[in-house]
């Protein structure tokens, strides 16, 4: 992906990592297809750049026909695709007790069946080339699930598998996936506007909503800086190498080192109960 320009289809791009990446492609000089809730919104925040080469469109992922007529509008512009970055997301911070069906489906309808439409749509055209790079955005949170988050995480671990079972499907067509997983980044991921709660909450479940406040404090402190993350992302198209899963950000790195030694504890643990189950040897 070397080569200028390349087409690049971005989802989740009017706000937070998703800018900044639409950002620094057009200003590499690359094509971008920035699908998006709100198109003005988006173009008010690239005010300053030059966006002769962007494809800004409204598109809800859950609808497999828009999103395949997007990817269509994609070919007729810029007569190809070459990366595909599956990032709409958003939080939501409740108890398992707390979280509405309906909610949960909403947020499946994005990180996962959302991410599947697209799949469905851009793989024919990776195949019959024989080459392109899916970028699917998960989260450390993909990796640890923690109290509060267990919506976020399911959508998260979903995609986590998802993911790695497409790796292996499509390598041989010569197209390459990555999947990165984010720590707490500073965008505004963590304020109100971007993160959904519940209408009402359970008594006793006290530590999810002192937790829950504690993540709204946290807004504008935390470790990872955006704009190294896009270029990241960008850099690790541009090589096409590298292991399936990359990490971004120093909390990201602790949190997946520890869940590594939590899992490996887990399993030797759990040993000779493994292997008291097979049939006997002959």
């Known amino acids: 992906m070397t ?14 990592l998703g800018l900044e ?3 620094q492609l057009l200003e590499a000089g690359h094509n971008v297809t920035a699908t998006t809730r709100s198109t003005e919104r988006l173009t008010q925040a690239l005010a300053d750049v030059d966006t002769s080469r962007l494809l800004a469109l409204e598109v809800d992922l859950a609808d497999e026909a828009a999103v395949a007529e997007a990817v269509r509008r994609t070919t007729d512009r810029f007569a190809g695709l070459d990366v595909v970055v599956n990032n709409a997301g958003y939080g939501f911070l409740a108890s398992v007790e707390d979280t509405p069906d309906a909610d949960a489906r909403r947020m499946f309808d994005v990180q996962v069946f959302g991410v ?3 799949l469905r749509a851009v793989l024919p055209i990776f195949r019959t080339q024989k080459r392109g790079h899916v970028v699917n955005i998960s989260s450390v949170l993909g990796l640890v699930a923690v109290p509060g988050w267990g919506l976020y995480c399911a959508g998260k671990y979903a995609l986590e598998g998802l993911t790695e079972a497409l790796a292996g499907e499509v390598a041989e067509f010569g197209v390459k996936v990555t999947l990165v997983e984010p720590g707490y980044f500073r965008t505004s991921f963590l ?3 971007s993160l959904a709660l519940p209408t009402s909450t359970t008594e006793g479940y006290e530590s999810i909503r002192e937790m829950t406040d504690n993540h709204l404090n946290l807004q504008g402190s935390q470790l990872g800086d955006p704009v190294k993350g896009a270029a990241a992302i ?4 541009a090589t096409g190498e590298g292991p399936l899963r990359r990490l971004l950000g120093s909390d990201a790195y602790s949190y997946a080192s520890a869940k590594v030694e939590a899992l490996q504890s887990d399993i030797e643990a759990g040993r000779e109960l493994a292997h008291s189950t097979d049939f006997p040897q002959s």
């Open 21 to 23: 990446l639409v950002r």
């Open 116 to 118: 599947w439409n697209v």
């Open 234 to 237: 960008i850099s690790l198209v």
């Open 3 to 16: 080569n200028l320009p390349a087409t690049w289809f971005v989802t989740g791009t009017s706000r937070g």
């Open 191 to 193: 304020t109100t506007d």
